[in-house]
């Protein structure tokens, strides 16, 4: 009777484990779908009212409205693809099809192409940006694609995951036969427990400060692959007295 009542107790214990377990996928899920329908409906809603805007007789013959619509659609579109090739590169990831196009890459030189890119996004938030390239040895072997998507997604999220002005600093060091790619911000941080899970895939800071910030959790989760992928690290610590600083080390 001892055996059979441990044999139940066992088996009461692992379904509701697996009950738990898919609560949490199911939840998981409807947050993704959630978040990509929001990651969707926001920039398609904009491409409609530049639309209307640009079928109004007042802007067909205004050549700079019409620029300034056309340039606002394409960036929308922009921002979708980037969400849809988020969704691609997991799959590509979770079945092992990553293909790497390894080359030498001036990380330099791609910080600053990316710094170009994202400094009007940030000076409409009232944020800075400062760059303090002091590596001497900062040539590596990489796909530069992916190479840039690990920095341009560390930059979205310090943009994201500040509620005041973004301070943003990034900096490279070169130790011993590696180079060292510092990020940090004034962000609303994370705790210990967030730092231990922020890689996971589809892993969202649950907070009320990041209520009101959308995304699919898989940002940071590509970067944790990608840069193991070339052998390469990244790591979350706290940026003392407020934000949160990442550094990915790659071997040059």
């Known amino acids: 009777s001892i055996i059979f009542t441990l044999i139940i107790i066992i088996a009461y214990s692992s379904a509701l484990s697996q009950l738990?377990?898919?609560?949490?996928?199911?939840?998981?899920?409807?947050?993704?779908?959630?978040?990509?329908?929001?990651?969707?409906k926001t920039p398609l809603a904009t491409i409609s009212?530049?639309?209307?805007?640009?079928?109004?007789?007042?802007?067909?013959?205004?050549?700079?409205?019409?620029?300034?619509?056309?340039?606002?659609?394409?960036?929308?579109?922009k921002r979708m693809n980037k969400q849809v090739e988020k969704?691609?590169?997991?799959?590509?990831?979770?079945r092992q099809e990553l293909k790497l196009i390894l080359q030498e890459v001036d990380?330099?030189?791609?910080?600053?192409?990316?710094?170009?890119?994202?400094?009007?996004?940030?000076?409409?938030?009232?944020?800075?940006?400062?760059?303090?390239?002091?590596?001497?040895?900062?040539?590596?072997k990489a796909d530069e694609v992916?190479?840039?998507?690990?920095?341009?997604?560390?930059?979205?999220?310090?943009?994201?995951?500040?509620?005041?002005?973004?301070?943003i600093k990034i900096s490279t060091s070169t130790?011993?036969?590696?180079?060292?790619?510092?990020?940090?911000?004034?962000?609303?941080?994370?705790?210990?427990?967030?730092?231990?899970?922020?890689?996971?895939k589809f892993y969202r800071i649950g907070s009320e400060a990041t209520r009101n910030t959308k995304g699919t959790g898989l940002g940071l989760y590509l970067c944790k692959k990608i840069a193991q992928n070339h052998n390469a690290n990244i790591s979350v610590t706290d940026n003392k007295p407020q934000g949160s600083k990442f550094v990915v080390?790659?071997?040059s």
Request: proline letters at 1%; glycine letters at 4%.
């Open 20 to 40: 738990i377990r898919q609560r949490q996928i199911s939840e998981i899920k409807t947050d993704f779908i959630n978040n990509m329908t929001h990651e969707f």
């Open 49 to 77: 009212l530049a639309v209307d805007a640009l079928n109004n007789e007042k802007v067909i013959h205004d050549i700079e409205k019409i620029k300034y619509y056309s340039g606002m659609i394409k960036e929308e579109n």
């Open 87 to 94: 969704i691609l590169q997991a799959a590509r990831v979770e």
């Open 107 to 140: 990380a330099h030189e791609t910080i600053e192409h990316i710094a170009e890119n994202v400094l009007l996004q940030i000076q409409q938030k009232q944020g800075s940006l400062t760059l303090d390239l002091a590596a001497h040895n900062f040539k590596l």
């Open 146 to 167: 992916h190479f840039s998507n690990i920095i341009f997604n560390l930059i979205d999220n310090a943009i994201k995951y500040t509620n005041d002005a973004p301070t």
């Open 175 to 200: 130790l011993g036969h590696f180079l060292a790619i510092k990020i940090s911000d004034n962000g609303i941080g994370m705790s210990k427990e967030t730092q231990s899970r922020i890689f996971e």
């Open 249 to 251: 080390t790659f071997n």
